[in-house]
């Protein structure tokens, strides 16, 4: 009975068996540019994020039960990126069809600047790759008000202290618990940092000389164009 099944099988699918490949969700083609230089971004993040498993969506395709991971590729030195679709190739008698288009969101990131959310839509004609186009990504704006340090987010925060503190280490040679920082201006795209060392907090010194300093810092090279210390 059973060698009877298997034979009926291998015969099924002498008649019909065939290849096919299954779309889960698209990928996406496009090019990164800085949005005031438009010169390429190299090495751009773009991502799909993960998706939650399904036996069938709503836009008429199955999923694997256990979902889909996240999937992320670099754009390169001219910018270019190409993040294949993610899909299954099987071979068997019975498929469901796929749909005549599918829509996914990505996520285009770089150091030092804005995320952006697009979404886009895949389809059998463009290789189920969404086509994004040219992308421009913007440096975050840094707010400020005239006497007041300049509000900036968590993440450009933590990009800038950085900045002060390997500045501070290669050139000063002092350790993180040596000094203290604080960003007290700003001017014309150059962030003010006060770098005040412990000694001149401790000794009978005129608070902030020393060996205290000012770093004034680009936003746009994220570089130390500037050192002023005090008298």
Not at 14 to 36: E, Q, S
Not at 129 to 141: F, N, V, Y
Not at 152 to 178: A, M, N, P
């Amino acid at each position: 009975m059973r060698r009877l099944g298997i034979l009926l099988l291998v015969a099924a699918c002498a008649t019909g068996c065939r290849f096919h490949t299954t779309v889960y969700a698209p990928g996406a083609t496009g090019r990164v540019l800085d949005a005031a230089t438009y010169q390429p971004v190299i090495g751009a993040r773009i991502t799909r994020p993960a998706i939650k498993g399904s036996n069938y969506s709503l836009s008429g395709t199955h999923r694997p039960p256990e979902g889909l991971p996240s999937r992320m590729v670099r754009s390169n030195k001219r910018g270019d990126f190409d993040l294949p679709p993610a899909d299954k190739t099987q071979f068997g008698l019975m498929f469901s069809p796929n749909p005549y288009n599918l829509a996914g969101s990505f996520y285009v990131s770089a150091e030092g600047y804005a995320t952006n959310e697009l979404s886009g839509i895949g389809s059998a004609r463009i290789s189920w790759r969404a086509e994004l186009g040219t992308i421009l990504l913007q440096r975050p704006s840094i707010e400020y008000e005239y006497g007041r340090p300049p509000k900036l987010s968590v993440i450009e925060r933590s990009t800038f202290d950085r900045i002060v503190e390997e500045y501070v280490t290669r050139q000063k040679k002092w350790s993180v618990g040596d000094y203290s920082s604080a960003l007290i201006d700003a001017q014309a795209g150059i962030l003010v940092f006060q770098v005040t060392h412990k000694d001149d907090i401790t000794s009978s010194a005129t608070p902030g000389g020393g060996k205290s300093m000012q770093l004034h810092i680009s936003t746009a090279t994220k570089k130390v164009v500037r050192e002023l210390g005090y008298q």
